[in-house]
């Protein structure tokens, strides 16, 4: 199969799956554990249905959307993803290419083969960064001056990286720290890939300012190793502190969800919120995004943008998600996938199929643009009562639910209050229906 031939982004898994050493596919498509929480992030989506509206003229449709200032020609952008030349030579270019030629953001990982400021030159209004902190806070103070340099505007903290966790899959392959030598001979059977590999290997290039002159590929790995591991198990809140006061830009936190983190987040004064499980990589029994995205919503209601990333592959996973009050989605995967499978050409396509998708769905279900998506057009078997959903996020975050948007008080006491305006809501009658059905 071409790229050009894929219809739909399970074309391009199994191309990438083709393409890629059994070692770097295992890595991209893993999970922590017993896979249970990426296992989850996919059957999160598929436990709805969209309940269409007839009879509108949907000839006209668009789906631009603007966020932090910006247009944007679809409510979805890539996620952070480390080493991204691994997957592709130049990976980090090729994204950044085909973010800027569909006009949707580019969340460059820290962990980047390409130098940021290369990658800035390639989109320079598409960037978004996401930063590891390191140990000598030199580096990280001059890593975000250089981004702000470089025109960045928006920055992506992840939270949900405390201790690394625990992928079996690379484990095994990775026996000894070493690639099982069974799996160094299957990557011969990838001949494009090992001389891509040859031509470019990747190098943690954005360390190179802050090593010795002449530093070899291994010095920045052990760079790597002294420089961040030890840092991330000591993150608090008051790092995310320490990041407002220093970045004038917009502030997003990434690996949100539980949603007291979420309300604390938002007394720091974060700008976004990325509800995420680092797609299953890390806590192998976290909740899926999507079932906790309405009680976060609830909980922070309009003071920030609610974003999502987990298990989106298809365009109707996107509007599920905008549906339920996300506004505006990030892939992973969806994006390694393409990439392995095309370089640039396989990203577009990747855009391309998520965008004719979101596209068709809308037009099924009745909506000609994307602030039109509310949880009128969500449909769930088995829902749960909205006071439910309510009391928990009261639950959660100790905050009595505000009808004005957002949990601003303390609790005094739980009980049923009136569906806000901007709280999800989703269930057989739709928002103008006498009795409402929520679920989870
Ligand atoms: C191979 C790979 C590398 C990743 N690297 C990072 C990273 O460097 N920083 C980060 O915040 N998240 C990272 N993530 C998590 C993604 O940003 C995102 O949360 C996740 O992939 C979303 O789920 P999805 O792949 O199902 O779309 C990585 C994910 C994958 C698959």
């Known amino acids: ?74 409510p979805i952008g890539f996620s952070p993803t480390g080493m991204q030349g691994l997957v592709h030579a130049g990976g980090e270019l090729k994204m950044a290419r085909a973010a800027v030629a569909d006009n949707i953001p580019y969340v460059m990982s820290g962990l980047t083969t390409v ?37 960045v505007k928006n920055l992506v903290l992840t939270a949900d990286l405390p201790v690394e966790g625990h992928r079996l899959r690379s484990i095994h392959n990775r026996r000894s ?32 300012p802050y090593a010795a002159p002449g530093a070899s590929r291994k010095d920045l790995d052990e760079m790597f190793g002294r420089e961040y591991a030890p840092v991330r198990p000591k993150q608090t809140w008051s790092e995310i502190e320490w990041y407002r006061r220093l970045w004038s830009g917009k502030l997003i936190i ?29 806590l192998d029994r976290a909740p899926a ?31 599920i998600a905008l549906c339920l009050g996300a506004r505006f989605v990030f892939i992973g995967r969806a994006a390694l996938f393409g990439l392995a499978a095309g370089g640039h050409e396989g990203v577009r396509r990747a855009i391309q199929i998520l965008q004719a998708e979101i596209d068709v769905t ?46 601003t008080q303390p609790e005094s006491s739980a009980g049923l209050i009136s569906v806000p305006n901007n709280i999800p809501v989703y269930g057989s009658l739709g928002s103008t229906g006498a009795t409402q059905h929520f679920g989870t």
């Open 1 to 74: 199969m071409k790229i050009s031939q894929a219809a739909e982004i399970e074309d391009l898994r199994k191309l990438a799956k083709k393409a890629l050493p059994r070692i770097i596919y295992d890595w991209i498509e893993e999970g922590a554990g017993d896979e249970l929480a990426a296992q989850g992030n996919l059957n999160s989506f598929r436990q709805f249905r969209l309940l269409p509206r007839y009879m509108r003229d949907v000839s006209e449709r668009t789906q631009t959307v603007q966020l932090f200032g910006q247009e944007y020609s679809s």
């Open 115 to 151: 130098r940021l400021e290369n990658v800035a030159e390639a989109a320079p209004s598409h960037l978004w960064y996401q930063p590891y902190p390191t140990a000598n806070r030199a580096i990280i103070e001059d890593l975000l001056r250089r981004a702000a340099d470089a025109g």
């Open 177 to 208: 720290g070493r690639p099982n030598p069974w799996l160094i001979l299957e990557a011969l059977r990838h001949p494009r890939w090992v001389a891509n590999y040859l031509k470019r290997r990747p190098l943690l290039e954005d360390l190179l």
């Open 254 to 282: 990434k690996g949100i969800i539980s949603p007291k983190d979420a309300t604390s987040a938002v007394d720091l004064g974060v700008d976004g919120i990325v509800v995420s499980n680092h797609g299953g990589r890390q």
């Open 289 to 319: 995004p999507l079932d906790m995205l309405p009680i976060i919503k609830m909980a922070v209601g309009d003071n920030v943008e609610v974003m999502l990333d987990g298990g989106i592959r298809t365009g109707s996973d996107v509007v």
């Open 362 to 407: 809308m037009g099924q279900i009745g909506c000609t643009c994307i602030e039109q998506l509310s949880s009128d057009y969500l449909w769930q078997k088995n829902s749960h009562e909205y006071g439910d959903i309510s009391h928990k996020a009261s639950l959660l975050t100790g905050r009595r639910p505000d009808v004005s948007g957002g949990m």
